[in-house]
């Protein structure tokens, strides 16, 4: 009984999502393994063997490239951290989003220097924001302020996030509006 037991509790463990805030244990990984990768990390399944880790930034925001390593292995090194994901990244990630949505409303309303305002705001919280620097760099097409738009766009070219499949949509909003000036 106490075998069909284990078996069915690793089973229910299989079937948990993994999702939220995690803090790295000291003493089960080593420091090269997870360079790219601090004590707090965002985390969220990718697949039934692997999970997606992302940096928390000193604003309490998933930042940077996404990191996929082995469920397995993240089990191993990471605990979970309900308190840290319920108290500060969850409003923290709700303020982000908030700032880019009233960024995007004043882009669409042609409020250009309000749109620019919010989209550095959010730039400020997250710095590796895919969606807010796409979206400052068509506040400046808009604004024909060619340099800034440039420079905006030069700094895509050196983030790796935008070349994945989520974030292919930006660049067809993009190639619109240029098409479109």
Not at 46 to 67: L, Y
Not at 76 to 105: D, F, H, M, W
Not at 145 to 152: F, I, P, R
Request: hydrophobic share 35%; proline share 3%; with cysteine.
């Amino acid at each position: 009984m106490n075998g069909q037991s284990s078996a069915q509790e690793q089973s229910s463990a299989q079937k948990l999502s993994i999702y939220g805030a995690f803090s790295r244990k000291e003493d089960s990984c080593s420091r090269e393994e997870f360079d790219n990768l601090g004590n707090y990390v965002f985390a969220e399944q990718d697949t039934q063997d692997t999970v997606a880790v992302r940096n928390i930034n000193g604003n309490n925001v998933p930042s940077g490239e996404k990191t996929s390593i082995s469920r397995d292995q993240f089990l191993n090194c990471y605990l979970p951290e309900p308190a840290l994901y319920n108290n500060k990244v969850l409003p923290a990630i709700r303020e982000l989003n908030e700032t880019i949505e009233q960024g995007e409303k004043a882009l669409e309303n042609e409020e250009f220097l309000s749109a620019e305002y919010e989209f550095k705001n959010a730039l400020a919280i997250d710095e590796k924001n895919i969606r807010a620097t796409f979206d400052l760099g068509l506040t400046y097409l808009e604004m024909q302020d060619w340099e800034s738009t440039e420079q905006v766009f030069q700094k895509l070219i050196k983030m790796e996030a935008p070349f994945q499949r989520e974030h292919k949509h930006l660049f067809n909003k993009f190639g619109i509006e240029l098409r479109k000036k």
